[in-house]
């Protein structure tokens, strides 16, 4: 009895999948603001999970400024904006990060609501394709493209 339980075991916990690895590329667009997304979210989902904490990465950029500003974020918070050679670690706050990049870019045609919901948007690309926003779901940001890589097995780092 005790050795078909142990071969009920392993057989169970070897027919179970570990997850899926994932990595979404996606363009936002804030019309009013003239800005342009690209983001770049990585991460793992494991099986019965439907969002992770992964890692989004991308950058800014508008037809009105030369500047790029790029931004690193996870689904709790953004870790990085960067903008004109400074860096600004651990910000409080998206918005008001994004503001003061602008400002320092002397650029003050954006619109501050449509600022709010792109990091909303940003940060959710980090919680994996179920978080991601797409088509029809956003308010003031215009979805351009968002495309899903998953696969099974090693992540495309580790390969």
């Given at each position: ?5 142990i071969?009920?075991?392993v057989?169970?916990?070897?027919g179970?999948?570990n997850?899926?690895?994932?990595e979404t590329?996606?363009?936002y667009?804030?019309?009013?603001s003239n800005?342009?997304?690209d983001?770049t ?7 019965g ?9 991308g950058?800014?950029?508008s ?14 918070e953004?870790t ?14 998206f918005?008001?990060?994004l503001?003061?990049c602008?400002d320092?870019?002397r650029y ?7 600022l709010?919901e792109l990091?909303e ?5 980090a919680y ?22 998953t696969?099974r ?6 390969e």
């Amino acid at each position: 009895m005790k050795k078909l339980l142990i071969i009920v075991i392993v057989i169970t916990l070897t027919g179970c999948g570990n997850g899926y690895f994932f990595e979404t590329k996606a363009t936002y667009q804030a019309s009013a603001s003239n800005l342009n997304v690209d983001v770049t979210a990585v991460g793992h989902v494991l099986d019965g999970d439907d969002l992770t904490d992964g890692e989004a990465t991308g950058m800014i950029t508008s037809s009105k400024f030369s500047d790029t500003i790029y931004f690193k974020a996870n689904t709790i918070e953004f870790t990085l904006i960067g903008c004109n050679e400074d860096k600004i670690t651990n910000p409080t706050s998206f918005t008001t990060s994004l503001v003061s990049c602008l400002d320092r870019i002397r650029y003050s045609g954006y619109n501050k609501q449509e600022l709010v919901e792109l990091g909303e948007v940003i940060q959710s690309t980090a919680y994996g394709p179920k978080g991601t926003y797409v088509h029809g779901q956003t308010n003031l940001i215009k979805v351009i493209r968002v495309n899903f890589e998953t696969n099974r097995g090693y992540a495309k780092n580790d390969e």
